[in-house]
């Protein structure tokens, strides 16, 4: 299994931009995604989770109702859309999958994919 985050990019405070997480060589519905961020000089820190069937979701408190996670099974992809981008938001940005199906949480992933830089100017 192979993870691919793409979409970042270089935006203005208050902006928006969608992150996407392709995984190869497997299902996706068979995972739960997780998205997680590492700003320079910082720790890495969980973002969001979803759910297999994406019904559940969790945020962390620094991005909840800014930033949306969401699945489509189909399409083998995940997505992290982020409105109202905030400079502190700057980080590389990871996605990862956990073969606990019903994983909200920031541990216990099992695949993680190299990362998109998210750069917000203020």
């Known amino acids: 299994v192979q993870l691919q985050a793409s979409g970042g990019g270089l935006v203005q405070a208050g902006g928006s931009l969608r992150l996407s997480c392709a995984l190869s060589g497997g299902a996706l519905s068979s995972y739960a995604v997780g998205w997680f961020r590492q700003a320079p000089g910082k720790e890495r820190e969980f973002v969001a989770g979803i759910a297999w069937s994406g019904t559940m979701t969790r945020y962390a408190d620094s991005v909840k109702g800014r930033f949306v996670i969401s699945r489509d099974n189909d399409k083998n992809t995940g997505y992290l859309q982020m409105k109202s981008l905030k400079p502190e938001d700057t980080a590389i940005y990871y996605c990862?999958?956990?073969?606990?199906?019903?994983?909200?949480?920031?541990?216990?992933?099992?695949?993680w994919g190299k990362g998109t830089l998210v750069t917000v100017s203020s």
């Open positions: 990862a999958a956990s073969s606990h199906p019903y994983n909200l949480g920031p541990q216990n992933y099992d695949y």
